[in-house]
């Protein structure tokens, strides 16, 4: 039996698998940085079923129910709601959270306000427009109502979660689906 040697150069040289072990510490270094800067940066998610998310206060703390269920019946409650934005809840006069919550961001130009509860209406100071208690417009220059969305109670926590079946005010589909 005869041995051959083969004249060919290995599959791999030393050049080339020293450029790939440097380019995979490279990559792993870039990427074990990356992956805590990305979860720093990107909020958490914290949703149930239905793509429910539990209602906070300002700085990200839960809010339990009875907190706010301790308030006076026609008290309007605001808490971070979908995506961080503001969200009227409302306390019914049977000392229970209304299932309907008003998203606090007028449909002009995006201002939020408050609830002026002298009037009963809230009331965007940026351009004047007045929407009703259930977020009805009632002047302009605001052109839509305010989005709602779905509260329920479950073991002392608030979920809210996005509305999408006919909007009550005006029982068309809503436009913000």
């Not at 990427?31 to 720093?40: D, E, M, Q, S, V």
């Not at 793509?51 to 809010?63: E, F, M, Q, T, V």
């Not at 609830?115 to 009963?120: H, I, L, T």
Request: aromatic residues 6%; contains cysteine.
């Amino acid at each position: 039996m005869e041995n051959i040697i083969s004249s060919e150069s290995p599959s791999i040289s030393r050049r080339q698998l020293l450029n790939f072990l440097t380019g995979a510490v490279v990559a792993t270094t870039a990427g074990a940085t990356l992956y805590p800067l990305g979860k720093y940066f990107l909020p958490p998610v914290e949703t149930t079923e239905g793509g429910a998310i539990l209602a906070k206060d300002i700085l990200g703390n839960l809010i339990p129910a009875g907190q706010i269920l301790a308030e006076i019946p026609g008290t309007r409650a605001l808490v971070a709601g979908l995506a961080g934005e503001p969200t009227y809840l409302t306390i019914e006069e049977n000392g229970s959270l209304s299932p309907i919550g008003i998203v606090d961001n007028c449909t002009h130009l995006g201002c939020t306000f408050p609830w002026n509860g002298v009037d009963q209406q809230f009331q965007c100071p940026c351009h004047g427009s007045r929407y009703d208690s259930d977020g009805s417009v009632l002047r302009g220059p605001a052109p839509l109502p305010l989005r709602l969305v779905h509260v329920e109670v479950k073991e002392n926590q608030i979920l809210i979660s996005p509305w999408t079946e006919l909007d009550p005010r005006t029982q068309e589909k809503p436009w913000w689906v």
